[in-house]
């Protein structure tokens, strides 16, 4: 059975720093795409950020604009992770963050996703 956990939320100054981990397990996931997803309360689950398979050990960074720049992902296919850095936060990356598996290369469609975490909650405030 294939499980999302994800860790590392919390309440954080604007201007500051989040690191966000999600650890997978009950499958193999060398050549799905993990990403994050968001949802802010009273609006739809958004697309942050997406780590998908190419080929042999290349993998491709995808970014929403809104972080762009500030959010780094990352993989461990060892351990079986996924991790969001996130730097710069603002009042408006507030929301719960969702760790995702797809199966579909490079997507940042949630239809496309296969498998969530729970979500953990991300709070940017003075």
């Known amino acids: 059975q294939v499980q999302l956990v994800e860790s590392g939320g919390g309440l954080v100054q604007p201007g500051g720093s989040l690191r966000l981990s999600c650890a997978a397990s009950?499958?193999?996931?060398?050549?799905?795409?993990l990403g994050w997803f968001r949802q802010a309360p009273g609006k739809e689950r958004e697309f942050v950020a997406a780590?998908?398979?190419?080929?042999?050990?290349?993998?491709?960074?995808d970014y929403a604009a809104a972080v762009q720049d500030r959010f780094t992902v990352s993989r461990d296919n060892v351990k079986n992770t996924l991790d969001l850095q996130m730097r710069g936060l603002r009042p408006e990356d507030t929301a719960v963050y969702f760790c995702?598996?797809?199966?579909?290369?490079?997507?940042?469609?949630?239809?496309?996703?296969?498998?969530w975490g729970q979500g953990t909650q991300v709070t940017v405030s003075a």
């Open positions: 009950g499958g193999t996931f060398t050549t799905y795409t």
């Open positions: 995702a598996a797809a199966r579909l290369r490079g997507t940042e469609r949630s239809s496309d996703y296969d498998y």
């Open positions: 780590i998908s398979w190419i080929a042999d050990t290349t993998y491709y960074a």
